[in-house]
C-alpha cells in the first residue's frame, strides 16, 4: 500500500521521469480521458517534464463539458416555464445553453439550488411536497450509483414529486469513437481510474483488441500519471498493445459489483449525444421503463432537442484531443471563466479551465 506523501515525492517523480526519457525512441500520442487527470498534468507541470516525443492530448474526460446544448436548455426550461426547484451540482450552473445558463436563470428568478448530492434534493422533495424537484443528473459512471441510489430512495419514501434530468455519459464508447475518428490519431490511452472503480475493466479488452492500443488505468496523483505514461510508453516501444491497471491499489477487475447493481436497477443503456462531439450509439443512461415515473423528461414531457452552438467554440476539437486549449483563437480572449463561450472554460475539470488557472506552470508543448 502506497500513501500519499510517495505520490508527490520528487525523488519518485524524477525516477519515472528518467526512465521515460531513457526509454522513448518515436513521437507517441497518448490522451488521458479525465480532467481530474488533465488538471494534474497541467497544475504540477508534468507536460512540459515530459520527453518532447510524448504528447499528451485531452480527452472528453469532462461530464460537464459534454453535456449538450439542448439537456441545459431543458433543465432551464424546467425551471422558468415548469416552476420546478432545480437541484444541481455547482459546476453546471455557468455552463452556457443556447442563450443562457442555469446561473443566469437563477439571476433572473429561476429557483436554481446546488446541492453535493442527489440525496439532499430527495430530501428537499420530501420537505415541500407541493413542490417539483428535479435533479440534473450529470455524470459518468462514477456519479450514476449516487444519483439512482436517490431514485430509490424516492420510490421507497412514496414521493411523486421528485425526478431526475438525466445526462449520464460512458467511457468505454466515447473511447471507440475517437478512434475510429480517421482524423485521430492516438497511440495509448490513460483510462480514468475513478470510471474503472465502479465498472471494472471487461469494457476496455475489447477496445484493446480492435484498435490495437495500449490502455492503462491510471489514478490522478503525479506519480500514477508518471507511472501510467511509463507503462503505456514500455509497451509502444515494445509493440504491444495490452490492458494494464497502475491504479490496483482502488480498482479491482470486476469492479463494485453493488454499484452496477445499483446503476442496472435504475437505468438502462441508450444512446447519448455528447456537445461537441455528436451522438454515440450506446454511450449513455436512461431512466428504465420501472421507474419512468421519476423521468423528468417523461414526467413534463419534454420532447428531445437538439441545439449546436453557433459562437465558433472550438470545444468539440479540443475533447476530441484534436487541439489543445492554447491553440483555440479564443482562448484567454473573447473566451475566459467570466466570459465562457464553452463548457471546458468553466467546468472543475474542463481543459480550457485547467489551462487557464495554471497557465507558465503546466502549459507547453508537451
Avoid at 31 to 42: D, F, Y
Avoid at 156 to 176: D, I, K, R, T
Avoid at 206 to 227: A, H, K, S
Wanted: hydrophobic letters at 40%; charged letters at 20%.
Amino acid at each position: 500500500m502506497k500513501y500519499l506523501h510517495e505520490f508527490r515525492d520528487p525523488d519518485v517523480v524524477q525516477r519515472y521521469l528518467n526512465s521515460l526519457h531513457g526509454m522513448v525512441t518515436r513521437h507517441w500520442t497518448i490522451m488521458e480521458i479525465c480532467g481530474g487527470q488533465t488538471h494534474s498534468l497541467v497544475k504540477h507541470g508534468i507536460l512540459n517534464m515530459l520527453p518532447e516525443k510524448i504528447t499528451m492530448v485531452h480527452g472528453p474526460g469532462c461530464p460537464v463539458c459534454v453535456t449538450p446544448l439542448g439537456l441545459i436548455d431543458e433543465a432551464i426550461f424546467l425551471t422558468e416555464q415548469k416552476g420546478v426547484i432545480l437541484c444541481s451540482f455547482g459546476d453546471m450552473l455557468r455552463v452556457p445553453g443556447t442563450e443562457k445558463s442555469l446561473l443566469e436563470a437563477k439571476a433572473s428568478g429561476a429557483d436554481v439550488r446546488i446541492v453535493y448530492s442527489p440525496l439532499e434534493a430527495v430530501q428537499l422533495a420530501r420537505t415541500l411536497p407541493e413542490q417539483e424537484v428535479v435533479f440534473f443528473a450529470v455524470g459518468f459512471e462514477t456519479t450514476a450509483p449516487a444519483n439512482a441510489l436517490s431514485v430509490v430512495h424516492a420510490q421507497q419514501l412514496g414521493l411523486s414529486n421528485y425526478s431526475v434530468l438525466a445526462s449520464h455519459v460512458l467511457v468505454p464508447p466515447a473511447m471507440e469513437a475517437i478512434l475510429s475518428d480517421p482524423e485521430t490519431s492516438i497511440d495509448a490511452f490513460l483510462a480514468a481510474g475513478h470510471v474503472c472503480t465502479i465498472m471494472g475493466l471487461a469494457e476496455y479488452e475489447p477496445i484493446v483488441e480492435r484498435f490495437q492500443v495500449p490502455i492503462v488505468v491510471t489514478g490522478f496523483e503525479p506519480v500514477d500519471l508518471l507511472q501510467g505514461i511509463t507503462m503505456a510508453v514500455r509497451q509502444l516501444e515494445a509493440g504491444e498493445a495490452k490492458l494494464e491497471n497502475q491504479y490496483a491499489r482502488v480498482v479491482q477487475e470486476a469492479g463494485n459489483l453493488h454499484a452496477q447493481e445499483t446503476i442496472n436497477t435504475v437505468f438502462d443503456v441508450s444512446d447519448r449525444e455528447w456537445r461537441g462531439i455528436g451522438t454515440i450509439p450506446a454511450s449513455g443512461y436512461s431512466v428504465n421503463h420501472a421507474f419512468a415515473a421519476f423521468d423528468a423528461r417523461k414526467k413534463f414531457d419534454l420532447a428531445a432537442t437538439t441545439a449546436e452552438t453557433n459562437n465558433g467554440c472550438m470545444a468539440g476539437s479540443i475533447l476530441k484531443g484534436k487541439m489543445k486549449p492554447i491553440e483555440c483563437p479564443f482562448f484567454g480572449k473573447e473566451c475566459t471563466p467570466e466570459n465562457p463561450m464553452g463548457a471546458p472554460m468553466v467546468s472543475s475539470e474542463g481543459a480550457c479551465a485547467a489551462y487557464y488557472h495554471y497557465a507558465g506552470v503546466g502549459v507547453g508543448d508537451g
